[in-house]
């Protein structure tokens, strides 16, 4: 959905290094979502926020730390990045029904 | 949330409707049926929702079955461009934790 963008989409990284992932959309929405996909695990929420002020932990928090600069920013950063990190990263956005729309994803591997 | 089963695979003829089905034997009463999609490594896509009634859109119709117990995703006119995983959701609309959980889900593959 072009409406959600992120960035970049695609990254190679080393063990150690800091890491930043950065979603936007047009949509308007207030709620935003960060999540992450592992091959037969299906998509695990990391955190999520309802609005600028407003930030909470998903079920795997651990290890990433999140910064609502805007209502149509929501950045996700890996302070210290290690190999069980690669991933694919999902952002979404919803409105108060709840839809969630998501972002194109980052391909993140971690050496 | 309720849980919810869906078959592992299925196949559809291009040109012809897939339908997909989902049983929910433990939806409660204000949980809605939700429908997402996602093509291989792409983010999933909404498609369709609904509490009780049928609804349709322009990608999809959803019949709910009267007991709210089971429900079909009907794609009236499949594409190669279908293929896709789709997961049936059950959950509370519009509470105050977003979280969706997304199960195995169904792959769809049309073929020409």
């Known amino acids: 959905d072009a409406d959600v963008t992120q960035t970049p989409r695609n990254r190679i990284t080393k063990t150690g290094k800091r890491i930043m992932l950065e979603c936007s959309q047009t949509k308007g929405h207030d709620r935003m979502y960060w999540y992450r996909q592992d091959p037969g695990l299906g998509l695990r929420l990391i955190y999520y926020?309802?609005?600028?002020?407003?930030?909470n932990k998903g079920e795997i928090s651990d290890g990433y730390s999140v910064s609502r600069q805007a209502q149509a920013k929501f950045s996700l950063s890996l302070e210290s990045a290690i190999p069980n990190q690669t991933a694919l990263y999902f952002c979404a956005t919803s409105d108060l029904v709840d839809t969630q729309y998501f972002g194109p994803g980052t391909r993140l591997t971690v050496l | 949330d309720a849980k919810t089963t869906q078959p592992t695979s299925m196949d559809c003829a291009e040109g012809r409707a897939a339908n997909l089905p989902c049983n929910h034997s433990t939806i409660s009463g204000n949980e809605y049926v939700y429908w997402y999609r996602q093509i291989h490594s792409q983010g999933p896509q909404y498609i369709i929702h609904?509490?009780?009634n049928n609804e349709t859109n322009e990608m999809a119709s959803l019949i709910i079955t009267e007991d709210r117990k089971s429900s079909t995703l009907i794609l009236p006119h499949a594409t190669l461009r279908d293929t896709a995983v789709y997961y049936c959701?059950?959950?509370?609309?519009?509470?105050?934790?977003?979280?969706?959980?997304f199960g195995q889900g169904t792959i769809l593959t049309v073929h020409p």
């Open positions: 926020s309802f609005d600028v002020k407003d930030i």
């Open positions: 609904g509490l009780k």
């Open positions: 959701i059950v959950r509370a609309g519009g509470t105050s934790y977003g979280k969706l959980t």
